[in-house]
């Protein structure tokens, strides 16, 4: 059984410049969720993808976008790079539609890919 | 809104002490509640959960519904105890996991 993998590690962009952050799922789960991460704060909410399609946002801007491929794995897209856009990204992934005492909240989470915006 | 409230950032205990780390969170509906861990180098990963009601490296929570509070126990601090301590907070009807802001441990010994 594989763990969630990322990449690129680390990379850094300059601002008004388009990354795409890539994330493999654990074997046998089929949602992934991003998150940012600042430095000293706890892991902010982007999006969740499930079978493919976007199954709740948090409070980000259209400029942070995402995919989910039919082998699980999944890309988040950011347009228009800020500053404030540096951060620690984590996917996190999961087994079913998060439903309450279902289990399928419980997050595994990858290593995550540092971003870097000048 | 949902929240949740990790009011220490930072919490030095010596080895054998009690340790409570805090956790408020605020919503209205049916909560899960869970405690995640990050040991230095390591991954963030799941300690426990309130639904499972087990013990797990010597720590427990309570979710306290009428405080609104899910604060993680263990009566003896072990060393390799040290780390950041996320409490997170699952909606009954939505998809996202929302974190604290976290809580160094450090034991001293």
């Known amino acids: 059984e594989t763990g969630v993998t990322q990449s690129p590690t680390h990379l850094i962009k300059t601002r008004g410049q388009q990354v795409t952050l890539r994330c493999s799922s654990q074997s046998g789960h089929n949602t992934v969720s991003w998150y940012q991460q600042a430095l000293g704060q706890g892991p902010q909410f982007i999006f969740q993808?499930?079978?493919?399609?976007?199954?709740g946002r948090g409070n980000f801007p259209p400029r942070f976008s995402g995919l989910q491929f039919p082998n699980y794995s999944s890309e988040l897209n950011v347009n228009a790079l800020e500053l404030d856009d540096s951060a620690l990204y984590l996917c996190?992934?999961?087994?079913?539609?998060?439903?309450?005492?279902?289990?399928?909240?419980?997050?595994?989470f990858g290593a995550g890919s540092r971003l870097t915006v000048l | 809104a949902q929240r949740v409230t990790q009011p220490e950032k930072l919490l030095s205990v010596f080895k054998g002490a009690p340790v409570e780390l805090k956790c408020n969170y605020s919503?209205?509906?049916?909560?899960?509640l869970f405690w995640y861990v990050q040991y230095s180098r390591q991954r963030l990963q799941l300690l426990l959960r309130?639904?499972s009601r087990e013990s797990i490296k010597g720590f427990t929570a309570d979710l306290n519904k009428g405080e609104t509070s899910f604060h993680l126990k263990k009566p003896f601090a072990q060393e390799e105890d040290s780390a950041m301590y996320y409490c997170?907070?699952?909606?009954?009807?939505?998809?996202?996991?929302?974190f604290g802001s976290g809580t160094r441990l450090s034991i001293r010994p």
């Open positions: 309130h639904i």
């Open positions: 993808y499930y079978r493919e399609e976007e199954n």
């Open positions: 919503y209205s509906g049916s909560p899960e």
């Open positions: 996190a992934s999961t087994n079913g539609r998060a439903r309450s005492g279902s289990g399928a909240n419980v997050l595994t």
């Open positions: 997170a907070l699952s909606f009954s009807s939505a998809s996202k996991i929302i």
